[in-house]
């Protein structure tokens, strides 16, 4: 009978396979955490990114559409100047052409003789002719405004107030938007003295075309002076008023010379 040899299996320590086991899986896990952590890192670094892209993205509306607000009330302003502009441009179209009777006499003979006595105002030896020549386009042109216009001007200049001012309410009459003419009236008025009448007839000048500097200004300087003659008045009939309780007798013989 044969006996055989069997070979007894090695065997090895129980702690250096424990440890082997312990090393191995702490290496794994270790880098199965090591893993994680950087997957972890790595999304929340990308939603941070995208966070980041969407508030840009929203900077970017923002600014877009404070740009295109912008915009818009631009093209609004311009929208609105072009308006004004076209409507500045209507209404001195009109008040040319409204004014335009008062440039060009329909006589061509009327239109000459209205030059050459224009060109003859301010020669006072030439006043007379320059005055035969303006009576000349009158009969002519009757109904032309300017021709009564150019006499008031002559006898303004003649000194010749109350005769200008009839001269000027033809015209007027004529031709409502004949400014020259009212700011003419205006003038001889101031002259007489009488500040009031003046100030009506400037307020229509004005009406029809407030570009009259000069005319603004003296019709600025007549209202100041009319409203302090008017205060110094209502404070002189206030003392009047107040010293007078014992006056009754000296009212009485001032109403007598009344009547």
Do not use: W
Not at 135 to 160: F, I, M
Not at 183 to 210: D, K, R, T, W
């Amino acid at each position: 009978m044969t006996t055989t040899k069997t070979k007894t299996p090695t065997k090895f320590p129980a702690e250096t396979r424990s440890s082997g086991g312990s090393s191995s899986s702490s290496s794994s896990s270790s880098s199965i955490n090591n893993n994680d952590s950087s997957s972890s890192s790595g999304g929340g670094s990308s939603s941070s990114n995208k966070n980041k892209n969407k508030n840009k993205n929203k900077n970017e509306n923002k600014n877009k559409n404070k740009n295109q607000n912008n915009k818009n009330n631009n093209n609004n302003n311009n929208n609105n100047d072009d308006k004004n502009n076209k409507k500045n441009k209507i209404s001195r179209r009109d008040l040319n052409a409204q004014a335009s009777p008062c440039r060009r006499a329909p006589d061509p003979s009327a239109q000459a003789a209205l030059l050459e006595g224009s060109a003859l105002i301010g020669k006072e030896a030439s006043a007379d002719e320059a005055m035969q020549l303006f009576d000349q386009v009158t009969r002519t042109c009757p109904s032309y405004a300017e021709g009564y216009n150019k006499k008031a001007t002559l006898l303004y200049l003649t000194r010749q107030f109350r005769d200008s001012i009839a001269q000027c309410l033809i015209a007027l009459e004529l031709q409502p938007y004949h400014f020259g003419a009212a700011s003419g009236m205006g003038l001889c008025h101031l002259q007489l003295g009488e500040y009031p009448e003046a100030v009506a007839a400037f307020n229509i000048a004005l009406s029809i075309n407030p570009t009259l500097i000069d005319i603004s200004n003296i019709h600025a300087g007549l209202k100041k002076t009319l409203a302090e003659a008017a205060a110094k008045a209502a404070a002189a009939g206030g003392e009047q008023a107040g010293g007078g309780g014992g006056g009754g007798s000296s009212g009485s013989v001032s109403g007598g010379r009344g009547t």
